[in-house]
């Protein structure tokens, strides 16, 4: 890839202080100019390598910058792509790292004038941590991890070429698809998992005899919940943005949860033992046989 003059990184958290790293560290960036919106932020983010200069806006963030990646929350990029319309080169590849591409395109359609549109290659790196914020950074965060482009019919090839090299220089593999698909994909991969571990949680703090089970859980628990750690803000902005796709996700959920619930009443023991030996053939083909287990 061609080394990046200038990266302008919106948003100094896991996500785009990871990628700032991973371009130092193979030495593909010139300078890293960083905005978030809280300066104590900003100055942690200098502090900490992840760049070289805190700008005070947006707008001075993107001035004169050949990548423009924004890692905000998603709710947050509409005011961004607003904040950045009159500073942006016109040669400046736009991408970014939100979870959820269909309300992100939305955003920049509303907010870039349709020559600026076309610079946008909206993406989703399928990686991350229960972490956030500049100190949760780190370099190898995309080697070997999946990163999703979801190209508009604007961009030209040459952008998009762009915006794949990008990730392919910090080791990720770059895959393609709609924006439609995109989200519903992702509602159940991603977005429905982290509402399973967020609602056990909940369900469970919710118990009169709660400082009794949880002084129980075990291993299981917290693997299964581990994700419950996500940023909350995060994770509203992620529910609120993919609501069409994630409400049928959820109701789907919920009607193998009622069968279940139905297996358990009725006492038909070899159709739980069925469905239990389904999902754990499908588990086991996607990911290898977990070590032998306390719980
Ligand atoms: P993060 O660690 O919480 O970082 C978010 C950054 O955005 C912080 O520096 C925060 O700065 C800044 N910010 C918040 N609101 C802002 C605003 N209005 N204007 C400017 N900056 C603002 O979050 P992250 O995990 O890096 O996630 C960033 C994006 O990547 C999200 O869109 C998320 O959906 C996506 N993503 C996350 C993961 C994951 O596992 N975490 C994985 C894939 C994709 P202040 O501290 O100054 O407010």
Same mark, same amino acid.
């Given at each position: ?18 990628l700032?790293l991973?371009?130092k ?8 100019v ?7 932020t ?13 700008a005070?806006?947006?707008a001075?963030?993107v ?9 905000t929350?998603?709710?947050?990029m ?6 950045m ?8 590849l ?5 979870s959820?591409k269909?309300?992100v395109?939305? @955003?920049?359609k ?9 610079q946008?290659?909206p !993406?989703?790196?399928?990686a991350g941590t229960?972490r956030?914020?500049?100190d949760? @950074?780190f370099?190898s965060?995309?080697v ?6 979801t ?16 990730w392919?220089?910090?080791?990720a593999v770059?895959?393609?698809m709609a ?10 991969t ?7 571990a ?12 709660r ?9 299981g628990?917290r693997d ?34 009622l069968?279940?619930r139905?297996?358990?009443d009725? !006492? ?8 239990f ?19």
């Open positions: 890839m061609a080394k990046v003059e200038r990266l302008a990184l919106i948003g100094l958290g896991l996500i785009g202080g990871s700032s991973a371009l560290k193979n030495e593909l960036v010139g300078e890293v960083g905005y978030s919106r809280q300066l104590p900003r100055l942690r983010a200098l502090e900490l390598g992840l760049i070289d200069r805190p005070d806006s947006v001075e963030a001035r004169g910058a050949d990548v423009v990646f924004i890692a929350p998603v709710q947050a509409g005011s961004v792509f607003q904040a319309a009159t500073a942006l080169e016109p040669h400046a736009v991408t970014d790292g939100g959820v269909g309300s395109v939305a @955003a920049a509303a907010a870039l004038p349709c020559a600026q549109w076309a946008f290659v !993406g989703h790196p399928i229960e956030s914020g500049p949760a @950074a370099a965060l995309f070997d991890h999946r990163v999703i482009l190209p508009l019919p604007e961009n030209s090839a040459a952008l998009v070429a762009r915006a794949v090299a990008l392919e220089s910090v080791g770059v895959e393609q924006v439609q698909h995109h989200d519903h994909v992702l509602a159940a991603s977005h429905l998992p982290h509402l399973a967020f609602g056990m949680v909940s369900a469970l703090s919710r118990l009169e005899e400082y009794e089970v949880f002084r129980y859980a075990a291993g628990f299964f919940t581990r994700i419950a750690s996500s940023d909350p803000q995060m994770w509203r902005d992620i529910c609120v943005a993919n609501r069409d796709e994630l409400l049928p996700m959820l109701d789907h959920y919920l009607d193998e949860l069968r279940l139905h297996l358990i009725a !006492g038909d023991s070899a159709g739980i033992e069925r469905l030996v389904d999902a754990k053939a499908v588990r086991e083909a996607l990911y290898q046989p977990a070590q032998a287990h306390p719980d």
